[in-house]
């Protein structure tokens, strides 16, 4: 597509989801109490794990932090599609697009490497245990995590420094509820081949990567636990399956937007899929973890006796 002709883009229309009003209300009730209970969830576990001194583990510490990159997953882009929703117009601002996008991809790398590192905790845990104190210590920990951020803050400025180079012209119509990276380049009258580039030797590395790395790092988990009593693998598996279930939900949904072959229903499967990475899991997280470890149960209830005690 040339650039020759047309005025140049200063604001994007999101398209979204269904434009019909009767389905309308029923969207925006529906991730307004998505969001609401991902906040809050992400909220109370936060305030949990540092309140709680048993959950001082570098678990929890990683856990705290998940938190607090799932806060910011969620309300980068929902706000934004609940305001949309309501309103008829659609519209986001060229730099209000593009600022969308950096912190979409902060946020979204940061949750990436952030799983890694949990699985690599587990790993540990589980396989050495004697170093696990040693190993994944709390100074640890926090360089692992500062890591996180530092990387995926240089990721985002590359893909956001690298669309701001290109061309907008004449067409202006998103096909999607937030500015992601594959509608913006498709609407661009520029040579994307730097772009597309950059995806296939920077970010397909990110993703696959670190999914490779889970995939190895719970493969010597089995092959460790399989040696145990039939009680310890219990306990083992028990302690992995919050954050395999975590890893099955993002994963899926990451894989199904950006890796599946495209046909003429990927664009609804990618909006669907993109919902679940950007909403659904990040509200879970917390919901996964609180249900499935006595630890955090019993912190809560002992946050909710003292909140019942001080009235």
């Not at 929902?78 to 969308?100: D, E, G, N, R």
């Not at 920990?141 to 290109?166: E, F, K, N, Q």
């Not at 894989?255 to 664009?267: A, E, K, N, Q, R």
Request: proline content about 3%; aromatic content about 14%; hydrophobic content about 50%.
């Amino acid at each position: 597509m040339g650039c020759e002709n047309g005025t140049g883009v200063v604001e994007f229309v999101l398209l979204g989801f269904s434009s019909q009003p009767e389905q309308q209300t029923l969207f925006f009730i529906t991730f307004l109490l998505m969001y609401a209970a991902g906040i809050l969830g992400n909220i109370v576990m936060f305030i949990l794990i540092t309140v709680d001194a048993r959950l001082k583990t570098p678990m929890y510490f990683l856990l705290r932090s998940l938190s607090v990159v799932d806060v910011g997953f969620l309300t980068v882009t929902v706000p934004q599609m609940l305001v949309h929703i309501l309103s008829s117009s659609k519209m986001i601002p060229f730099y209000s697009c593009m600022a969308q996008f950096f912190f979409f991809y902060v946020f979204g790398v940061t949750d990436i490497f952030m799983v890694s590192i949990m699985a690599l905790d587990r790993y540990v845990a589980i396989c050495n245990p004697l170093h696990y104190a040693t190993v994944m210590n709390q100074k640890v920990c926090g360089h692992l995590v500062a890591g996180c951020w530092i990387v995926s803050t240089l990721h985002s400025m590359l893909h956001t420094g690298l669309l701001l180079r290109l061309s907008y012209r004449g067409d202006n119509h998103l096909s999607h509820f937030f500015c992601d990276h594959q509608p913006l380049l498709q609407l661009s009258c520029s040579d994307t081949t730097i772009n597309e580039a950059a995806i296939f030797f920077e970010g397909v590395p990110v993703i696959l990567g670190t999914f490779v790395f889970i995939i190895v790092t719970y493969v010597r988990i089995v092959a460790a636990v399989m040696k145990f009593s039939s009680s310890g693998r219990r306990k083992a598996f028990s302690t992995c399956s919050s954050h395999l279930t975590m890893v099955v939900l993002f994963y899926g949904a990451v894989i199904g937007v950006y890796f599946l072959p495209t046909s003429s229903s990927s664009s609804q499967r990618g909006t669907i899929f993109a919902i679940m990475y950007t909403v659904i899991t990040p509200m879970s997280n917390p919901y996964i973890y609180s249900l499935r470890n006595k630890d955090v149960k019993q912190a809560l209830r002992n946050l909710l006796g003292r909140a019942s005690f001080s009235h």
